[in-house]
């Protein structure tokens, strides 16, 4: 007989809705300090540069809300912060050579387009990332 995991299945997935949830905040704000250097500091021209700054404060803001909301670990912080800084700058040459490829294509017109299609391609990849090795609870 089949063990009933319906709780593990519901914690997985509140778990992974509100990694989303943080992701798509984290996004939103990525793309709003993006969108307001263009639009006051860099001009279109300066776009990349902005899109890098954008992605900076994300980097900061998601850390601390997975670590202490999401994934409730206050263990190995240092650590941890590391780790996850390292995979998003990974993460960031992923991203920062699609955009420049896509912008390149499509016109910089539509540079948030592509910056938000981009995040959102690797959101599922990164749950798993998040939850198995950053932020994966000590046994």
Do not use: H
Request: hydrophobic share 55%; charged share 10%; proline share 1%.
């Amino acid at each position: 007989m089949e063990a009933d995991n319906r709780p593990a299945r519901k914690v997985l997935s509140m778990e992974f809705l509100q990694t989303l949830a943080v992701g798509g905040s984290g996004a939103l704000l990525s793309i709003g300090i993006t969108y307001l250097c263009v639009e006051y500091l860099y001009g279109t021209e300066g776009y990349f540069v902005a899109y890098l700054t954008g992605v900076a404060v994300g980097v900061v803001y998601a850390f601390a809300v997975f670590a202490f909301a999401v994934f409730k670990t206050t263990e190995r912080l240092l650590s941890r912060f590391v780790l996850f800084s390292g995979y998003m700058a990974f993460l960031v040459v992923v991203q920062a050579v699609v955009v420049k490829s896509a912008v390149s294509v499509v016109g910089v017109d539509y540079y948030l387009w592509v910056i938000t299609a981009t995040i959102a391609a690797l959101s599922v990849v990164n749950y798993f990332v998040y939850s198995r090795i950053i932020f994966q609870q000590e046994t």
